[in-house]
DNA sequence: CCAAAAACAGAATGATAATTCTGTTATAAC
DNA sequence: GTTATAACAGAATTATCATTCTGTTTTTGG
């Protein structure tokens, strides 16, 4: 017996996601959220609470979608070193693209706000440790096949690969350009075994 | 004839420098800077201008003092392989210290200030650039004498070893242990030939 | 000592922004 | 249709902060 939500929470989330990932934490602020979206101050503190709340849902919106694009087949229970490649050049493809020139928002977050707010510090830490598992469960599945040296420490190597690709995000962001960039997706790889020169 | 300045900028400079470090620059109201360096408001806008050139004298400051204690060696013409495994070992020491839980300033600048200020943009990109270069030539070094592999790009390689150290720094900054990344040196540093298990 | 120059301390300014409040409007149960 | 409920739009509140301004003090040359 009251009047009815005008937005969809969903595409809420999904526009404070794309300018918190454009413009970061501090420099948002909620009328640049309103412009957005459309969604009245009212409509995000009534359904979200508050700025920090939004960022949170936002980083979750934001795995989700990542999750689904790029870890997909990463995630697969068999994956091996095909698929960490995989990945990689898929990584290479987006950033080569419009769209990254804003690293990862996970990578931004990690910087701007989670020294501050341990809430956001342990959301990050989660996001980072599981995508560390998954490269090193892949390792693993290569090193049983054989495709990958057993002289490497999966775990090792797995935090190794999510550092590197937070530290590349960064250069990312900060303007250098991706195609700068492909010599040390190649070095990195190169730890896996003779390297992929294909691209 | 006049009346004369009470502060020593090198000390302001360094005292920015921490507080800066350790709230990043959006956190840090120029009253912080006060508080820390006991130089007024007055003193620091008519030796710095403002706050944003404030950032970069503190950049520099910082860039000084890091090469000065960790890049020496390996800046040396003749530095090898031995120099990037004594830098890493260094880092690792240092990061385990107090004082380190920060991550590195010019990470945590790149990440939060360099996005939309292009001045400071190149000057974290100056610096990556000198740093991946002091690393590629330190494994040229290492080719030529056979510790390295010759398979290996070395300006890839110099890359990847900035990009990781940034990536490790921000999980630093955004609250993971340090003890918990010595396995991701291990692992990108085995890029290099066969690794120093020693420590 | 006097006066000009420049540093000092801290108040004033102006802008931005997170959050709350107020009055208005649409909805649905009765 | 009435009415309670909850959403809406946007004004009001409160706080913070970068920067500038004002009046004061110190220094040094005459």
Known sequence: MARVREFDPEQA?????????????????????????????????????????????????????????????LRKPDAGKQEILEFWHSIRRHAEDEGFCNGCLIVNVAAEVAPHEPEIAAEVQRIDDDHAAVFAAAIRNGQKSGEISLKIDADGAGRMLVALSHGLALMVRAGVKPTELGGAIEAGLSILGSPDSSG
């Open 13 to 73: 989330i999904e526009g404070a996601t794309q300018v918190f990932w454009r413009n970061g934490f501090a420099d948002t602020s909620l009328e640049d959220i309103v412009s957005e979206t459309g969604v009245s101050r009212y409509g995000l503190y009534g359904t979200f609470g508050n700025k920090k709340e939004l960022l949170v849902a936002a980083l979750r919106h934001y795995e989700q979608s990542m999750s689904d694009m790029l870890w997909g087949d």
